[in-house]
């Protein structure tokens, strides 16, 4: 059996054909994609969409239907696919001496090409579209949502781990009365939302989550969590629970995944978060035991898919003024990761969680909010 043959025959019956005419089709460029794919898998697959080899109209329908499908499952009763498709990792890849690699890789990218994706808050975190619009409807409710879960009232003190460009201790800040302080591992976004918080009582700064000080009314951390990396989940609770005041919540905003791993996928891994890993139901409770009390747990998943196509959507509007900065490869990168993303969501093979947790319970029981 060929390679096209073997490619063929993993799609067959999942509506995805090769050099069809639907919308999920794959449209092959060069005949060595087949070849590379097999070899590098995920990797294969991506770096040859990078390189122009394949298309696919709709690239979030596609793996949309590819996950839905379950293929994992072929691939896996086919030992000389399954051959070219694993990794494993016995390495702590998220020490502390490599957690600033995510912020200079990713974060640090150009705050032009977030301004340009992102709402006009600048959160780059699942927005919440339950009554929402349109983006910047959704990441406002998202903002004011984490703020009614914390209960957060004026003059708290609270802290964000991973606080990006600042955006949701300003609106906490401005809505509610906190004083914050935010922590980032990317200098561009301390640079930045240093200017958006002026004249607030926040403080944002460029420091890894190990090396926080003081203690705190509240603590969030939004879509930060995914770079932690398996080996380090107890150590992030223990750090939160010791920073934490008692009587405060801590809410835990991640992206997680349906079975517990520790790698990640390795094109995601090359090209776009770097250490980065999905944390499972499991791996959360584990370390979180004899810790906190989980006070509520919410998922939202879906709406993650609506804020990555809106993501999306803003990206390519500014395709030809980011374009001399950034490349058409980079623009193929990049579409290629928003929307494969969007696809897992979809697919419900990503969830997206909010997770709150007290120290020692609230005695009168928590209100969800929703």
């Not at 070899?39 to 329908?61: Q, V």
């Not at 912020?103 to 339950?130: F, P, S």
């Not at 906490?172 to 004249?199: D, M, N, R």
């Not at 517990?260 to 891994?269: F, G, N, P, R, Y």
Request: aromatic content about 12%; hydrophobic content about 40%.
């Amino acid at each position: 059996m060929d390679h096209k043959a073997i490619i063929e025959s993993l799609l067959k019956g999942t509506g995805v054909e090769i050099n069809g005419n639907k919308p999920q089709d794959i449209r092959v460029h060069n005949k060595k994609f087949y070849k590379r794919v097999l070899e590098e898998g995920s990797m294969g697959l991506g770096d040859a969409y990078m390189d122009g080899w394949w298309d696919a109209e709709r690239l979030d329908e596609l793996f949309f239907i590819i996950l839905r499908a379950d293929l994992e499952k072929k691939i896996r009763g086919n030992w000389k696919i399954l051959l070219k498709l694993l990794s494993k990792t016995f390495f702590n890849q998220q020490t502390k001496s490599r957690a600033f690699k995510i912020g200079e890789h990713h974060y640090d990218i150009g705050n032009d090409l977030y301004q340009a994706m992102l709402d006009k808050r600048m959160v780059y975190t699942c927005g919440y579209w339950k009554n929402a619009k349109n983006l910047d409807e959704a990441q406002e409710a998202k903002l004011d949502l984490v703020c009614r879960k914390l209960n957060l009232k004026p003059g708290q003190k609270v802290l964000d781990i991973g606080c990006g460009w600042g955006s949701f201790i300003k609106y906490a800040a401005q809505k509610y009365g906190i004083i914050a302080t935010g922590v980032t591992v990317s200098k561009e976004q301390v640079e930045l939302g240093k200017k958006l918080c002026a004249g607030l009582p926040v403080e944002i700064k460029f420091q890894d989550y190990r090396d926080i000080k003081g203690v705190y009314n509240h603590i969030v951390s939004l879509g930060m969590f995914e770079h932690v990396g398996y080996k380090n989940y107890r150590v992030y609770m223990e750090t939160a629970h010791r920073h934490l005041l008692d009587g405060g919540l801590f809410l835990l905003h991640t992206i997680g995944t349906n079975q517990s791993v520790e790698t990640t996928d390795a094109w995601i891994q090359k090209h776009i978060f770097p250490n980065s890993m999905l944390p499972s139901i499991k791996q959360i409770g584990k370390a979180a035991e004899e810790l906190f009390v989980m006070e509520d747990w919410h998922n939202f998943g879906n709406d993650y898919y609506k804020t990555l196509k809106a993501w999306f959507k803003n990206f390519d509007s500014h395709r030809e003024e980011l374009k001399p900065k950034y490349g058409e490869r980079f623009y193929r990168m990049w579409k290629y990761y928003l929307l494969i993303e969007a696809g897992a969501f979809q697919a419900r093979k990503n969830q997206l969680w909010q997770i709150v947790f007290s120290k020692k319970g609230i005695l009168e029981g928590y209100n969800s909010i929703r």
